[in-house]
């Protein structure tokens, strides 16, 4: 039955008319032939030994081998603190507000994350061990997912107001973990590399952009003209020039423009420039958003006794950002992309790792496997952002509550 | 009759738009405690920037307002304290879409007068109560007709306890059919002894509520009467022609 009307309405979407059914056709033949193509090469010639050889290289560079422990700890913890939410928030699937998160059907994100964990190790040919210990920490985030549900459940939604906490805590854990300090052995920038480079590096720049760029879209409105001409400078310098510039210029400049201790390295003036660029752009989609605020809003608010930091902070921005995220979310994923940029002053972040790879003479000419490598590990990450953005715009959406 | 304890005193007042306009040409007038005054007048006259200046949405260049006997000057602690105390309603009810009604109720008093949130909830069904919407509490505004949003703006100012209601224009933006619900509610209010400011074209609420009628022409108040005398016999030629044009 099912299948009956799937197949009637695919006939009535492509092959509706003759010429429809030719485009449809000769469409369909193209499609079909490239993905053969591909995937003839992928399981044929293509020798993927060239990333199975450097898994370790790829994921975190060559950070020191005896320290990686602390990296196996985070990604443990970070399990763990995803179970948790995961777990906390299908119990109370509304919150206190409407709306679902993402993933609506949460059986197919666990098959997929259970898929994901019995292949990805094998396929990567990693030894045995490294395997088990992928296993376990998926074992670690499923058992806490159902924990969590059973707990939360149980408990008044009032609970789901503080487990956000855990994610910026961990964020700082985290940096302790990677970089040392605290009575850990310091790990310098220059040593980290791969996918962690790459994923600390644009998440330091999306979570340090974003209040920068509220920041400077609200000094854009201000009554204090200097404020609202050293917005509007900033904006406009950062919109006018190229990242590639900035990220040279930033290396060079950076240093006596910051306090020393902000960007001491390389690595630290090249996220401090991503952070600057990224919040120019935020700052034109709080600014767009900010504008599609009636005015009316503000003054309702001033007319109950709001101040204007009041008004603000409960009235007008809620509403803004609500309106600009999904802009502002387009912009983090430019920005992921952008990291590419890095490798070209000299960071061994993903694509700066891949061409140090590809520049070994083991492993000349692999270059294809190599890129479609980066290219799907990219859109996964993008697409990641992309699902949890739709997602958190339906759950701040007041038209899918409940009536 | 109103006590005659002035609620309201605006003398000599001026007001130029930022762009030259002057919309406000020396306007009096004075507002006791439980009086409603309707302030009628065509389109561009200056109303709704005369009503504004009584909570310091718009400023004034010359002339003295005192509101509950607190002068509107440029001190920000003045305007905080005069807009606790007047409460304002829009042509275009200004709710906050984003917030469900009962919150859009609370906000204000848990945020400016410090109150315990449980206790604000309260009050704000007995108000919803009174305006005949409690069962809306949870909704969001855009899920509620026109003249549901309007009382609800109504309760949101009410839940600030406010010794003086603005009203612009309340039922303008409605629908024919919501116009008497919301009337009912402003009636309502005025029986209790509210001092209410309103502008309106609703001709029947001013002969049945108002206990005076101003009538605005080009930035000036040109007739001050009772509304059995604004509608029956008014003094000046600019009223007659106001009256023609609306009946
Ligand atoms: N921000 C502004 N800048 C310049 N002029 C303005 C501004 N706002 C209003 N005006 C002008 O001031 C005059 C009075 O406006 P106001 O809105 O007070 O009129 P009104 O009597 O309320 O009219 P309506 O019945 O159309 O609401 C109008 O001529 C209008 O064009
Ligand atoms: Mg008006």
Redesign the pocket.
Known sequence: MAANSLLASLRRELFASRGDALLSAGLLALIAAAAIGLLRWAFGQAQWVVIQANTTLFAVGRYPLDQQWRLWLLVALLALATGLSWGLLRANPRGDRSGVLWPANDRIAVAVLAFLTAWAPAALRLALPLQLRWWGITALLLALRWAAGRWGRRHPPQLLRWVPLIWPLLYLLGMVLISGGLGLIRVPPSEWGGLLLTVLMASFAILASFPLGVLMALGRRSELPLLRWGSVLYIEFIRGAPLITLLFLGQNILGFLLPGGLAPDRVWRAAWVLTFFCGAYVAEAVRAGLASVPGGQQEAARSLGLSVPQSLQHVVLPQALRIALPATVGQFISLLQDTTLLSLIGLLELLGTARTVMANPDFLGKNAEVYLTLAVLFWCCCAALGLGSRALERRLDPSHSPA | MPASQPMIEARGVEKW???G?H??RGVDLSVSKGEVVVIM??????????I?TFNAL?EFQAGSISVDGIALSNDLRNIDAIRCETGMVF?QFNLFPHLTVLQNLCLAPVLVRKRRRAEVEGQAMGLLERVGIAEQAGKYPGQLSGGQQQRVAIARSLCMEPRILLF??PT?ALDPEMVGEVLEVMKALAADGMTMVV?T?EMGFAREVAHRVVL?SE?RIVEEAPPEIFFTNPQHERSRQFLAQIL
């Open positions: 738009y930022p762009n306009f919309a406000l007048g065509p389109s561009g006259s200056g109303k709704s920037t005369f504004r718009e042509q612009d224009e303008s502008v074209h605005m930035g």
